[in-house]
């Protein structure tokens, strides 16, 4: 009985081409995770897309995945907030969220639109954004994310060691800029009245290239008693505003005063504990 010659040499030689050049590619594919698909092409039938598929599908969405994860990380987010962990019924009447998740595809970014969010403290101006930046970051923008005063700080510090053009050149190359507290940021102003006109560089350099976002409580009519430099205001908000997507929330409610208000405080506590007690001890009696 003639024994059949094993037909694996020109397979394994292909195999191992494949691999080779899957490595060459960066294409994380492991021997096994190679055999695992092409046993499920041959016992499937596959065409050779559907083979071709099967086996980048999963490498891509894991690559994809950790480029997603790695534009959040750098983006410094302050916090975990997510737009479907908002409460979108506290302020129902005065937050559109067909707007908000409108801002969530990034469309306003590809276009090079600004974003200003006015209203008083404590209405989820910053949860919102930070939840509109994490959308985008997985629609493949990148965004940095960081507080006024911050970044007043950061460009007032740039004139004493000479790195402004480096600190402002920074600034401009991410795709949606988000600054957060426009109004609390007093002291770094006083310390550093140039740091003002750097902002404006900063805003000046993105205009029209690449998204800024801008969270504030102060309506643009108090700009000029709380910045005190009228020139300067008028032509930072003439960059700002300038093919901007204005959201001012005037009727909103502070969801953080409302949470505040149903936490009770540690005397109330302390009280209440002790009222019950006491009514456990006459009922003894």
Known sequence: ??????????????????????????????????????????????????????????????????????????????????LEGFDWKFNAHAIDRVQIEELATGDFIRRGDNVLMVGQSGIGKSHLLEGVGRRTCSVGC???YIASDELL??????????????????YTRFDLLIIDGFGFDKI????????????????????ARSSTALITNIDFDAWNEYLG?????????????????IMKFVDAKSYRAHTARRVPSANTANKTSAKKATRRQSKKR
Request: net charge positive.
């Open 229 to 245: 430099d009228a020139p300067m205001v008028m032509a930072l908000l003439d960059r700002l505003v300038e093919r901007a997507i």
């Open 142 to 144: 990148r965004v940095h």
């Open 153 to 170: 700080a950061d460009l007032g510090a740039s004139l004493a060691d000479g790195t402004t053009p480096k600190r402002i050149r920074y």
């Open 1 to 82: 009985m003639t024994r059949q010659p094993r037909p694996t040499t020109k397979h394994q030689n292909q195999r191992q081409t494949i691999l080779s050049h899957l490595e060459t590619l960066g294409v994380p594919l492991s021997e096994a995770q190679l055999d695992n698909v092409l046993r499920e092409a041959e016992q499937g039938g596959w065409s050779h897309l559907q083979l071709l598929d099967q086996l980048f599908a999963e490498q891509a969405a894991q690559k994809s995945e950790r480029s997603i994860a790695r534009r959040i990380r750098d983006a410094h987010f302050p916090g975990n907030k997510t």
């Open 188 to 207: 770094e102003r006083q310390e550093t009245p140039q740091a003002l006109s750097l902002l404006f560089k900063v805003i000046d350099k993105r205009n």
